[in-house]
């Protein structure tokens, strides 16, 4: 089904009104959908690179509202949130971090992780829904959303719009790998500059 799926979205990506599915695309994987949309932001870009900045656009705040949709599914509906979180095996994580949030330093554990589900290949989702089920602040919560999201589809428009089909191959083979260890990387720059302050 997710390959099926996948591939369905590489075809939008060519479809007259791809900018539109883009946004439900990057809408529905906030808060349920498996696929991410930088299956669709990659060929989108090398098609029309001159619109490199609109897809981002699209992709991010498209993404940010679907993640409010998915704050809004754990804070209003547990009993369907707990079933996303089963579906991608994440529940005992779920209840794990929910009981590390008791402490003091709970809620900048939260931020990390958050912005790393947004940076990441982690599956979005599952923490906009957690958020939402902790009633983590909602404020703060868009706002990570849109720094983790922003800066991870800009650096995927932006190179796609700059070296096309070879980062189209990269994506397909490494963009998981590099995208967690940068997105470690920025959380652990952001630690040290705290302390250090």
Not at 22 to 32: G, K, N, W
Not at 33 to 59: C, Q, R
Request: charge should be positive; include cysteine; hydrophobic fraction near 55%.
């Amino acid at each position: 089904m997710i390959v099926k799926l996948y591939q369905k979205c590489l075809k939008l990506a060519s479809h007259k009104s791809s900018k539109s599915f883009l946004a439900i695309i990057s809408f529905m994987e906030s808060s349920f959908f498996p696929i991410p949309p930088d299956v669709m932001i990659v060929p989108m870009v090398i098609a029309k690179k001159n619109d490199f900045l609109k897809i981002f656009l699209i992709a991010t705040l498209f993404s940010v509202f679907g993640g409010v949709l998915g704050y809004f599914i754990g804070f209003l509906f547990q009993d369907i949130s707990m079933k996303v979180m089963e579906f991608y095996n994440y529940e005992n994580e779920v209840i794990i971090l929910t009981n590390k949030l008791t402490s003091n330093t709970g809620i900048y554990i939260w931020v990390a992780t958050l912005f790393l589900a947004g940076f990441t290949p982690l599956p979005f989702k599952v923490f906009t829904i957690t958020s939402g089920m902790i009633g983590f602040n909602l404020f703060i919560f868009i706002a990570i959303c849109l720094i983790s999201r922003g800066l991870r589809f800009f650096i995927v428009s932006y190179l796609s719009f700059k070296f096309g089909n070879i980062f189209s191959k990269f994506m397909e083979t490494e963009a998981a790998k590099w995208f967690t260890i940068l997105g470690f990387l920025i959380v652990a720059i952001f630690v040290v500059i705290y302390f250090i302050v």
